[in-house]
């Protein structure tokens, strides 16, 4: 069994407070990765619903690009990062995970997301913790199993990709259902 830290090259998110805001129109501006963007990017469904905070700053900040594989130390979830956050800022709560040809980006995330053994570790690693907060020292010391051949593994990750696409176009679905039904009702009550 090898450490995640032999396996993968980590990149902290730029610490927030450090970050100077201008208002300098010449300044990038930049939006926040967050939390709802991490369940988006999970699902590959925006949500449409991000109000993610924007700043302006002249100073060098680590930013997000499409399918890098992210990791939020506040829900210890990973994602891959989709088109529609390329360029986005994140701060010290996440972790960019830069993996080699040998691992695959989805079944990492798959991995990380799911395994048991791996989640075992994390809770270890919580216990007596007033919050519950992820560490990339915890990050980077997780045992992992022996990784499948890279097929299997792109394999298995897509199969967990479409899976957690489909449970959440079913989610929306029924959602939209409850609330025309709701609305219907509302209709026969005021009558």
Known sequence: ????????KFVSGSPQFRIKEVFDTKAPLYTYYG???????????????????????????????RGDVVFSLISGKSAIVRWYHHGYLYTQNYVKL??????????????LNENN????????GLQGSQVLKFT???????EVPDLPVIEKQIAIGEIYF?????AALRKRDADLETAIVLEKL????DQ
């Open 1 to 8: 069994m090898a450490k995640l830290n032999d396996m993968i």
């Open 35 to 65: 939390q709802p963007d991490i369940e988006d990017d999970l699902t590959g469904i925006e949500s449409g619903g991000s109000h993610s905070r924007r700043i302006r700053t002249f100073d060098k900040v680590n930013t997000l690009c």
């Open 98 to 111: 830069v993996t080699d040809e040998k691992i695959d980006s989805t079944y990492i995330v798959y991995l």
């Open 117 to 124: 053994f791996i989640k075992r570790q994390f809770q270890v």
């Open 136 to 142: 990339l020292k915890q990050l980077k010391s997780l």
């Open 162 to 166: 479409n899976q957690l696409r489909s």
């Open 186 to 189: 509302r209709g026969i009550n």
